[in-house]
Structure formats: C-alpha cells, structure tokens
C-alpha cells in the first residue's frame, strides 16, 4: 500500500478486514516492522479516538510517534503563485518536503469550510500533502472522507455478525450544529463493498452525493427504514446540496430503544447524548460503539503496517 487517503487504497477490502481481525489477536506480532520509522501526525483539527487509536497503532508496530497540532505552527498558505504578504506564513511545498525528512509516514486531519464546497470537493489540503511529500500520506478524516473509520466499522460488523449478509443502516440524526459529511459519505461506500443489505435514511434534503450513494436505496421513513436491521449506524451530517446548512433538527429522528430493536447500535463518537440517540441506547447491550472505537487501533495498524512493509 503506498498511502490511504481513500478506500480505493485498498485493492482487497473483504481481505483487509479480515487480516485487522488476525491482527487485532496478536497486537505486538509485528513489533519490529516499524523500528526505526517514524509517524507524524498533523492534526488541523480536534481529536481523541484518531489521535490516541492512530499512535497506538503506529506503537504497536514499533514505530516512533510526532503530534503537531497544525494551530500551534506557522499557518499554511496552499495556493500555488499567491504573494503571501498577508496572513499565510509557510508554503505547502515547504512544509510538506520538510516534515517528509522527519517523517516515514505523515497522517493528516483536516475537516471542511461546509461554507465553500467546491474548494473542500477539492481536498486540497490531503492533496497537497500528497502532492508535495515525498512520504506515504494516511487520510485521518478529511473535508469528504474518514476511511480510516469506515474500515473500523467494517471490521466491528465482520466481528459482530452471525449472518452471511445483515441489514445495515444507516440513520440520519439530528444534531445542533453543521456536522461534515465525511463519515456518512466513507460508511456508504465501505457498505457498498460488503455484503451486506444496506439501506440510507435521512429527512428530505439530507441527500448525500449521488456520485457517492450511487444506487444504495434512501428509504425517507426511518420506521420502515429500520424494519429487520442488524446493525444500525447513526450519524448527523449537514446538507450536501444546501451545503453546510442545517436543514432539521426534528428530534423525532433521534435514535431510540424502542426504535433499534433488536438492532446493535454503532456511532463514530464523539456523540450528543439525548440529541443523537437517548441514553437508553448507549448505556444497554445493543450498544457496540466501545468495541467500534477499539477497533480504530486495528484499522490504522492494518493500515500502516501495509504501507511500511511497501517502504
Ligand atoms: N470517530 C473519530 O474520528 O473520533 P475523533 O474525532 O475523536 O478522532
């Protein structure tokens, strides 16, 4: 593997899983892999699970860890020709070359404006770096994708189902702020490589990008959306044709016991108690988004460890 930016980066995924699951069973197998490599994490946005699952990981394969959160250093200019006379201080191409001679692996959080959609479309900052590093670069959630998290989940529904093909959902939530698309947008597509029987459903006006649900079924009434599911996956996101804009909070759509059933209920965290889904529902058994964030470590493991064996 030379860099995970998106899921088209794995060439097997059904395979990938499955390697996570063998290597969750034995955590320190390949300890020695990363001896002498180091990960740098830039981070141009909040985090726990990624940041802590990510530098487990790359522990756990031996390699050394560097966290910058990006605020802390000089603000990063990434359009090429601008006169930087204003408030941008350092070039991508700079910044990207020098942080590739500390780094064997460079991984990179940074969300979306959801106030200007063609510039966060562009990727341009995951781009950049993959641009002008001379290092593997990992996708640590993006402005449209989170496939580190969409790879966690595939291996916690793997993990957890008794079935050759469960009924999946995913459910829109509603939530008081602009939430990125990227989780939704990741979860989709990973769905659309398993085997599973996979279902949206969301409000009116919460479609997310055609290119991306392609011919997944949107089923506009959760109710019926929900009937027979195995698993259901909550997540807020704003709109993507009204782009960035909250369009509902109709608390009807929080997830409830009553309306899981015998479903298990997955979220990526961090989640709004009693907005996106009641207590009722994380604090009993049909809750799996403990085992789901453990499963962050195992994702970006797999993951790191297919890009240092290709080094
Ligand atoms: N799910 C997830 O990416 O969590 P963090 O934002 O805490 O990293």
Known sequence: ????????????????????????????????????????????NSSLRTRLSTEKAAKNLGMD??????????????????VMNMNT?????????????????????????????????????????VKYATVPVVNMESATAHPMQALADAITITELTDKPKPKVVLSWAPH???LPQAVANSFVQMMQNLDVDFTITHPEGYELNKGIVKDTPINYNQEEALKDA???????????????KILSQDENWMMTKSKLG????????????NVVVEDAVLDSES?????????????????????????
């Not at 995970?4 to 034995?26: F, H, P, Q, R, W």
């Not at 020098?98 to 510039?119: E, N």
């Not at 015998?262 to 108690?273: E, I, S």
């Open 65 to 82: 860890v560097m966290v910058l959160n990006v605020s802390d250093a000089w603000s990063l200019e990434f359009e090429d020709g601008t």
């Open 176 to 178: 008081p702020r602009a």
């Open 1 to 44: 593997m030379k860099k995970y930016t998106n899921m088209n980066d794995i060439s097997n995924i059904s395979e990938m899983v499955k390697e996570a699951i063998l290597l969750k069973m034995n955590p320190y197998g390949y300890s020695e892999i990363g001896k002498n490599k180091t990960l740098v994490m830039l981070f141009f």
């Open 287 to 311: 809750s799996v988004v403990i085992p789901q964030a453990n499963n962050r470590t195992y994702a970006a493991q797999i993951v790191l460890k297919k890009i240092l064996e290709n080094l």
């Open 89 to 129: 201080s350092e070039h991508i191409k700079e910044a990207a070359q020098v942080i590739s001679q500390y780094a064997d692996v460079i991984a990179v959080r940074a969300f979306p404006t959801l106030k200007d959609k063609a510039k966060d479309e562009s990727e341009y900052i995951l781009k950049s770096f």
């Open 262 to 273: 015998n479903a298990k209920f997955m979220h990526c965290l961090p989640v709004r108690r």
């Open 230 to 244: 195995d698993f259901v996956y909550v997540k807020n996101w704003s709109s993507y044709n009204d782009y960035g």
